[in-house]
């Protein structure tokens, strides 16, 4: 069965230092890695996407996907309190479903 | 352009009535999808359309359950006899064409709050 890893959380981190979401996923196959961000009573939105191993950069957020250990994390800097939410990370299976993990919620303390 | 957009936003019912939701996807998206979401829970995946065909509607919970999706655009989940456990958000997103091997982003509308009293 495909799965999709997140700590729960709550995740506190204080304003200003670098917030970090872990996800594992169990599908060796998987090519498509995706962070969404949802805040109370919103719909996900998409934050980035990663293809390949390494490292990838957007603004505050950068995405590191590890496809031999089969983790894929992202990276807040510089967290302020609009940060604050449920963060979902999703893992591509075959060519057209997502699996999701359940999310981390992640609370920016001022 | 515009994005996913559903309708209703909301909508209250009494158990044992059917409902019928929409979705409009993005201009352009073969690929439609629906989901749920219970109150502080993760997404569960319903059906998935490409074009007008559902090739997989393994995540529909029961025979209650039915989507269509018409023209390669609109789609319309319908839940007859509805349940207190059917009350969910239930969530639409659409994709761009999928390339080979790999899984395109989803975007997400906003959502239909079903409230089964």
């Known amino acids: 069965q495909k799965e999709v890893e997140q700590n729960s959380g709550p995740l506190s981190v204080p304003e200003g230092a670098i917030a970090s979401l872990n996800c594992t996923y169990s599908?060796?196959?998987?090519?498509?890695f995706f962070w969404y961000r949802q805040y109370s009573g919103k719909s996900p939105e998409l934050i980035m996407f990663?293809?390949s191993n390494g490292d990838k950069e957007d603004g505050r957020f950068t995405a590191q996907l590890n496809k031999a250990s089969q983790y894929v994390s992202l990276l807040i800097r510089d967290s302020q309190p609009s940060d604050s939410a449920t963060y979902l990370c999703?893992?591509?299976?075959?060519?057209?479903?997502?699996?999701w993990g359940a999310g981390t919620k992640l609370i920016i303390k001022p | 352009g515009a994005g996913v957009s559903q309708s209703p936003s909301n909508k209250v019912t009494e158990k044992g009535k059917d409902v019928e939701l929409r979705c409009d996807p993005i201009?352009?998206?073969?690929?439609l999808y629906w989901y749920r979401q219970s109150l502080g829970q993760g997404l569960e995946f319903l059906i998935y359309?490409?074009?007008?065909?559902?090739?997989?509607k393994s995540g529909l919970p029961s025979d209650r359950f039915s989507a269509e999706r018409t023209g390669g655009s609109v789609s319309t989940l319908t839940i007859q006899r509805t349940q207190q456990e059917d009350s969910a958000v239930y969530l639409c997103?659409?994709?761009?064409?999928?390339?080979?091997?790999?899984?395109?982003?989803?975007?997400f509308g906003p959502g239909t709050r079903l409230t089964v009293l």
């Open positions: 997103a659409s994709s761009l064409v999928l390339l080979a091997g790999s899984t395109d982003t989803q975007y």
């Open positions: 990663i293809y």
């Open positions: 359309f490409q074009g007008n065909s559902a090739p997989d």
């Open positions: 201009s352009g998206h073969t690929a």
């Open positions: 999703a893992v591509g299976y075959s060519n057209y479903q997502l699996i």
């Open positions: 599908d060796r196959g998987s090519q498509s």
